[in-house]
Structure formats: structure tokens, C-alpha cells
């Protein structure tokens, strides 16, 4: 057959070398010539960069999102963890307490594992594993400007680099640039009708530190202590100590309005002892500060809701936190990203990538992770006072006192733990809070008395205070 008779490969471009980016390139690299518009340099190891702000920050991927990593990219959870990366059984490795003030007893049992390290580490794994794979292509320092097309289709991207100004021609952009996504605006430009739009916002600001692990815990595994913030209580407040590589710690501290931390750094230790269980602060106390306080508020749940526009373009595509961005306490960003870039390959995997209707379809199909961590998100952000104009329905209260009954069962209860954990996790859908393995124990109600402390072992607190 003579070269000309060869079809020619689709052409992708991806905004944002983000990890949505990243992901959503391994998924279309099976389909389509992929180019990563990213507006930073990126860098050569694991080191922060501006254009994830949030990296400082305690990061965690729960065990949907480690099924995700591998499926799209296999051997990558493995690298992460041969660099430094801990893989952690929750309920063994993990000490948590709930909103509702109920701390979970630590089970044994390895199928909800997350993955715990900073994000700059995963973040150069991810990297190093998408961009060495043939058909995917970076162009650094360089910035989108707009679409090229119309309301029908979409047929490129404007961009610059540098004082060059061009358009790259493609069958398929996909916006992965989160947050600060020009989506909205863009398709306005287009003569586009926006799409319905949605904001939570606890009010929730973050304050972060990094510490050199105390005493001898940096010799052994040491446990997730993660503390979360009660609605019910305002304003909330929580944290968490994420053991990471290198023998560090990262502490990450939340309060809501009324209720935040600072960046000033010898206040940092009294509002940790402050917390509903001072836990996290005895543990700092015989820990050394590696780095001075930061702060964020971008912590808002905001979602759009795409999938629902009455007219969508050909050849355009929103995925991860463009779509919906998350109050970053629930850990489920990375886990959607990477489910995102899946319901798009699977979307691939029947349909030509530019058949008409295809770009639709895939929107739909990435909003069904969305809108599963949206859920989880904003039944417990919008009681804070002030979240949203609009306020939870019948609905929604009476699924957030039924989630409420559910952790408390699972708190005792190794089967209803593992319901409830196989929805936090993004493994399956609410309704599997229904299951007979939730129902039965909650009507029988618990063998155990709930726990009144923190299950920390004498063992543990001895590694961190000696």
C-alpha cells in the first residue's frame, strides 16, 4: 500500500501539562498525535512550579485514584513508590477521625490503598512516564490564547510563544487547565450560551508546613493522622500529618470563616493543639520546621456543568478540576483527573475520535466521576454558614444524616467500613452505601462502644515524642 493510502493519525492538543493534562495525554496517545500546550517550564526533578499552586499542600490518592494510575499508565504507582511514594493500607495505616467527630477504628485489610507523597514527586513521575511514550509532544512557555472554529466545531488552538503568535490545526482540544480555565469565557466568545454553574465555598483557608519527621518515625512506617472538620460546628476546623518521602512530614491546617489559620509561624503549633483532638499538635511538638507557613483560600467547590449545555462543539473537550474543582480536603482531585482521562479512552475505544458527537459524548462520560466527588464534597461544605445562596434541599439533608449513621457504623464495623470507604475512595457510587453490608450492621447497631480517642498506638505516640 503506498503511503498516501495510510489514513492520517487524528491530531490532539491539551492545555495544561497538569496531572488531568498528563493523564488525559496517555489516554488519547492510543488514538491521536498528542501536543501538551503548557505555560511554564517544566522542571527536571521533582521541584514546584507556579502553575500548580497548590502543591505545598498535603496531596493523597485514594485507592479509585491508584486503580486509575495504573490502568492508564501501568508500573507508574510502582515507580512512585521505589522513588519514595508510600502505598498505605487506609484503614491500617490510616488514623481518622470523621466530621461527625467519630474516630475509625484501624482495620486490617490492604484493598483500599492510597498512595501518600508530595506532589512535585508525583507530579515528575507522572511526567517522566506520559512524556517519554511515542505520539505525545510538550510545548513549554507557552500559553493559549483561544479556540479556532465556531459553535460547531472546533478545529484548533491559538497560541504564543514567546512574541510568535500561531494556531496549531487539531481534531480535538481538550481544556486541562483547571481552575483558571478560560472555558466559560471561550465559549461565550463562540456565540455559545453559558453552561449552568454551581460554587460551595466553606470559607475553608489552608495553612502548611513542612516538618522533618520526630524522633525515630522516619525509621518505620508511620500512620496518616488525619483530623476532620465538623460542619456542625462552625467554624470547623481540622488537619492532617502526611508522612511523605525523605523522612518528612507535610502538616496541613484548615478552618473555616471565623476560624483560619495564619501564616505566622509560632502560631502554627497552638492552633494544631486547638483542634477538636489535639493529636496533630502533640505529635509537632518534638518536630523540626524544614520550611515558614503558607497559606491559600482557593478552596471553593465550583462546577460546571458542561455535560448539560444544550449545544456542545465538535472537537472540545473539559476535563478534571476546568470542569469541577473541589475543596482540596477531600483528596479527590488527582482520583478524578485520572478517572476523567479513562471515561475518555473508553469513550475512544467504540467510537472514531472525529465522528460527529464524539466530543459530547465524552463530556458526558467524564462527568460521571465528577459528579460522584462533587456529591461527596458539597454534602458536607454547603452546611457551613455562608457556603452557597443555595441551600441544601430535603434531599440533601436527609442523605447527609443518613452518611452521618453510615460512619458511625463503619467506625465499628470492618463490612460497613468497607462500603463506605468504596464510595469515599471513587471505587463506586453512593448507592453502595445501601448495601446490605451498610444496612445490616446499622440496624443492628454496633457491638462496640465508639472510640474516644485517637486509635494511636503507645508504640506510635513513643516514635514521635522521644
Not at 138 to 144: E, F, G, M, S
Not at 247 to 263: H, S
Request: aromatic share 6%; hydrophobic share 40%.
Amino acid at each position: 500500500m503506498p503511503p498516501s493510502a495510510h489514513p492520517r493519525r487524528p491530531a490532539a492538543v491539551i492545555i495544561g501539562a497538569s496531572a488531568t493534562g498528563l493523564f488525559a495525554a496517555a489516554a488519547l496517545a492510543e488514538f491521536a498525535d498528542v501536543t501538551i500546550i503548557e505555560r511554564d517550564e517544566l522542571p527536571t526533578g521533582p521541584e514546584l512550579r507556579r502553575g500548580v499552586p497548590q502543591a505545598r499542600h498535603a496531596h493523597l490518592v485514594w485507592s479509585g485514584g491508584v486503580r486509575a494510575f495504573s490502568e492508564l499508565l501501568p508500573g507508574v504507582v510502582d515507580d512512585a513508590v521505589t522513588r519514595g511514594a508510600r502505598l498505605i493500607p487506609f484503614m491500617g495505616a490510616g488514623v481518622s477521625r470523621a466530621p461527625n467527630e467519630v474516630w475509625f477504628r484501624r482495620f486490617l485489610s490492604n484493598h483500599h490503598q492510597m498512595l501518600l507523597c508530595s506532589r512535585p514527586l508525583l507530579d515528575q513521575v507522572l511526567r517522566d512516564h506520559v512524556l517519554a511514550q511515542d505520539h505525545v509532544t510538550v510545548l513549554q512557555n507557552t500559553t493559549a490564547l483561544s479556540l479556532q472554529g465556531d459553535k460547531y466545531r472546533i478545529t484548533g488552538l491559538h497560541i504564543r510563544t514567546g512574541d510568535d503568535t500561531r494556531t496549531l490545526t487539531a481534531d480535538l482540544v481538550i481544556d486541562a487547565s483547571g481552575r483558571g480555565s478560560q472555558t466559560p469565557k471561550w465559549l461565550q466568545d463562540l456565540g455559545l450560551p453559558p453552561a449552568t454553574e454551581r460554587r460551595v465555598d466553606a470559607g475553608l483557608a489552608y495553612a502548611t508546613r513542612l516538618y522533618r519527621a520526630p524522633g525515630t518515625t522516619a525509621d518505620g512506617p508511620f500512620p496518616l493522622i488525619n483530623v476532620q472538620a465538623n460542619p456542625a460546628k462552625a467554624p470547623g476546623q481540622g488537619g492532617v500529618i502526611l508522612p511523605i518521602e525523605d523522612g518528612k512530614w507535610i502538616v496541613t491546617l484548615g478552618g473555616t470563616r471565623g476560624g483560619e489559620p495564619t501564616n505566622d509561624p509560632d502560631r502554627f503549633l497552638d492552633f494544631a493543639l486547638g483542634l477538636g483532638d489535639p493529636v496533630i499538635g502533640e505529635l509537632l511538638k518534638n518536630a523540626e520546621p524544614l520550611s515558614d507557613v503558607v497559606t491559600t483560600r482557593t478552596t471553593a467547590n465550583v462546577r460546571h456543568y458542561y455535560e448539560k449545555a444544550k449545544h456542545w462543539p465538535d472537537g472540545f473537550v473539559v476535563l478534571g478540576d476546568a470542569i469541577a474543582s473541589y475543596n482540596p480536603v477531600y483528596g479527590h482531585g488527582l482520583t478524578v483527573a485520572a478517572q476523567c482521562a479513562l471515561a475518555v479512552r473508553d469513550v475512544l475505544r467504540t467510537t472514531p475520535l472525529t465522528a460527529p458527537g464524539t466530543a459530547r459524548q465524552m463530556q458526558r462520560a467524564a462527568a460521571r466521576p465528577v459528579g460522584g466527588a462533587w456529591d461527596l464534597a458539597v454534602g458536607q461544605d454547603a452546611f457551613y454558614p455562608g457556603a452557597t445562596d443555595q441551600p441544601p434541599t430535603a434531599v440533601e439533608r436527609f442523605l447527609a444524616r443518613f452518611v452521618d449513621r453510615a460512619v458511625e457504623t463503619g467506625a465499628s464495623n470492618p463490612r460497613a467500613m468497607a462500603a463506605l470507604l468504596d464510595v469515599m475512595s471513587l471505587e463506586k457510587p453512593a448507592t453502595r452505601l445501601f448495601s446490605w453490608d451498610m444496612i445490616r450492621p446499622m440496624l443492628l447497631g454496633p457491638k462496640k462502644p465508639p472510640l474516644q480517642g485517637p486509635p494511636v498506638t503507645e508504640a506510635e505516640r513513643t516514635a514521635a515524642l522521644s
